[in-house]
């Protein structure tokens, strides 16, 4: 079975197609195209399809028939995903609207002046999450993650879009990143992580996740702990066409240890994808 190899997928023609249909003829006509557009990677990708069926079948228990049909919705709501964060690079997210389950916690904590973690995984558009975020509660979010998305993709954004509306932090070997989140902690700044990707070679924390045995990265949970800033769990998931549901967890406030914090957030991902497995946006051998 295929593993995460920490590169985002994607073509530059791909974006092109998606950002110049959005500038052109708005959302509704680019999600009309969208279900063709998903529809035909329903048929042909089965190296991404394969994975999330097998997590359908055997974490979730789906019948055949069951599987099939949201196998198919999955691809639809993803490539949905990339839309909606295109509109919101070309600044047309004015569309969108949410209902915010736990908003009061995320504002006490920006209140409190430590800045925040916030750990999501991928389960419905975070991004959105963020987008959302900055124009409600702060103006500065920092995503750490992996730079691996292709240079010419990032070129093509930029140059089109203004590219990511975050400040993003890259991991890197030498470990700069930590710095960089502990300067953001102290200008009381929001760090987003996701915690839910285990990279091979990486350290990790294998946990039980929907009954079977899963490996967690553990260096976002060595950073909620290591941290003297409140920890919560954000998730956004779409609802309908242009709404979404977001949610924070109550904050973690006091010092927990990295295996602590992963075992609350294993709990809070399996209900989210329990609630929304179609909006599972992990094409890999999950439970390898």
């Given at each position: 079975m295929s593993?995460?190899?920490?590169?985002?997928?994607?073509?530059?023609?791909?974006?092109?197609?998606?950002?110049?249909?959005?500038?052109?003829?708005?959302?509704?006509?680019?999600?009309?195209?969208?279900?063709?557009?998903?529809?035909?990677?329903?048929?042909?990708?089965?190296?991404?399809?394969?994975?999330?069926?097998?997590?359908?079948?055997?974490?979730?228990?789906f019948s055949a028939d069951k599987i099939k049909k949201i196998t198919c919705k999955n691809f639809y709501y993803f490539g949905q995903t990339l839309v909606d964060r295109a509109a919101f690079l070309m600044k047309k997210g004015n569309r969108f609207t949410y209902t915010f389950t736990n908003e009061n916690c995320l504002i006490d904590m920006k209140n409190?002046?430590?800045?925040?973690?916030?750990?999501?995984?991928?389960?419905?558009?975070?991004?959105?999450?963020?987008n959302l975020l900055k124009s409600r509660i702060t103006s500065t979010i920092n995503v750490l993650m992996l730079d691996?998305?292709?240079?010419?993709?990032?070129?093509?954004?930029?140059?089109?879009?203004?590219?990511?509306?975050?400040?993003?932090i890259p991991i890197k070997n030498d470990l700069s990143h930590v710095i960089k989140v502990n300067n953001a902690l102290l200008n009381n700044?929001?760090?987003?992580?996701?915690a839910d990707r285990y990279l091979e070679g990486s350290k990790f924390i294998e946990l039980v996740f929907l009954g079977k045995k899963a490996k967690f990265p553990l260096g976002p949970f060595i950073i909620a702990s290591k941290f003297?800033?409140?920890?919560?769990?954000?998730?956004?998931?779409?609802?309908?066409?242009?709404?979404?549901?977001?949610?924070?967890?109550?904050?973690?406030?006091?010092?927990?240890?990295?295996?602590?914090?992963?075992?609350?957030?294993?709990?809070?991902?399996?209900?989210?994808?329990?609630?929304?497995?179609?909006?599972?946006?992990?094409?890999?051998?999950?439970?390898?």
């Open positions: 593993q995460w190899n920490g590169k985002s997928k994607g073509t530059v023609i791909g974006y092109r197609i998606f950002l110049n249909t959005i500038k052109i003829f708005g959302l509704p006509l680019t999600y009309f195209i969208l279900r063709f557009v998903a529809f035909y990677y329903f048929i042909f990708a089965s190296k991404s399809r394969k994975p999330v069926e097998e997590f359908y079948k055997n974490a979730l228990k409190a002046g430590k800045g925040g973690i916030l750990l999501s995984g991928h389960v419905g558009n975070w991004e959105i999450a963020g691996e998305e292709e240079k010419k993709i990032k070129q093509y954004l930029k140059g089109t879009t203004g590219g990511s509306h975050f400040n993003i700044e929001f760090v987003a992580i996701h003297n800033a409140p920890v919560t769990f954000v998730f956004a998931v779409k609802e309908k066409k242009y709404h979404y549901l977001l949610s924070a967890t109550d904050p973690i406030m006091e010092k927990l240890t990295p295996e602590e914090i992963a075992k609350k957030f294993v709990i809070e991902l399996e209900k989210k994808v329990t609630l929304h497995p179609e909006q599972w946006f992990n094409y890999y051998d999950f439970h390898k």
